[in-house]
């Protein structure tokens, strides 16, 4: 029998998404979504019907879209993601947003991206502030290997991507910006066993102390490495607002704030570097 693309979507439509079909569609076809709409029409052949077929199985299986295709957009870029590194979601663009505003466009910056993954957030920052000197860390050579891939299919050469585990090994009093998407996730949370966040690392995702110990480690340590009047930045979950800026007031930090994403909810969290406590301590 012979099925067009239109025919083939509305099939799939059944059983997953629309978005979520045209994405796969697009990938087992190597077009874009103009093709898809343009040629609503065409028949499709065996081996491209068996392939979209195959990846609407696993989709139905939980597998997320974006490992799937190998690919995810943020901000206005378009990464590629592999199971070794979180998918960039949207709520994150709000700390992106926020770097970007505290970053002039005509000077140059230091900036560090603790936990980079993907390289999602360091790459974004990096494009749209091109004399920003951006750092990104990770502990996972895979991670590493997958936002070294992204800077250089991005043409983003602004960016040194190195291993480490948070700020092991970075020169102290360098930075004038930091961020961070850090594991947030309480081990245990019930989240974890649902969505894509099956299929995430856990490394990426959860930290011990309720979901704390990362935030925790990079709020006590993030004074000694930013500049004077240099700013913390922080991703954290639905309900880490208030701790967040308890915790940044105990490593006095001044200037505290938290910052709403699309949602409504408390997403980003920040403050700036104290100097009058640092000088006379
Ligand atoms: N925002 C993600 C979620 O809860 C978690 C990301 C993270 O731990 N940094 O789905």
Known sequence: MQVTI??????????????????????????NAVFLAVHSNSVLNREQVDAFQLLVTRRIAGEPVAYLVGERDFYDLTFKVTPAVLIPR???????????????????CNVLDLGTGSGAIALTIAKHRPLARVTAVDLSPDAL????????????????????????????????????????????DPHLDQGDLRFEPRIALTA???????????????????????????????????????????????????????AGILRVSGGQRDDRALATS
């Open 6 to 31: 239109a025919q083939t979507l509305q099939d799939a439509r059944r059983h997953i998404d629309d978005i979520e079909a045209r994405l796969l569609l697009q990938y087992a076809l190597n077009v």
């Open 208 to 262: 011990v102390d309720d979901g704390l110990a990362c935030i925790r480690k990079i709020i006590v340590n993030a004074p000694d490495f930013l500049t004077p009047g240099g700013e913390l930045l922080l991703e954290h979950g639905y309900d880490q607002g208030v701790i967040c800026r308890q915790l940044l007031a105990e490593s006095n930090f001044i200037n505290i704030f938290s910052c709403p994403d699309l």
């Open 145 to 188: 290997s997958i936002a070294r891939l992204n800077a250089e299919k991005l043409g983003i050469h602004n960016v040194q991507i190195r291993a480490g585990n948070w700020f092991d090994g970075l020169d102290q009093v360098e930075f004038d910006l930091i961020v961070s998407n850090p594991p947030y996730v309480a081990e245990g």
């Open 90 to 108: 949207p709520e994150t663009e709000l700390l992106v947003e926020l770097a970007l505003s505290r970053i002039p466009v005509n000077q140059t």
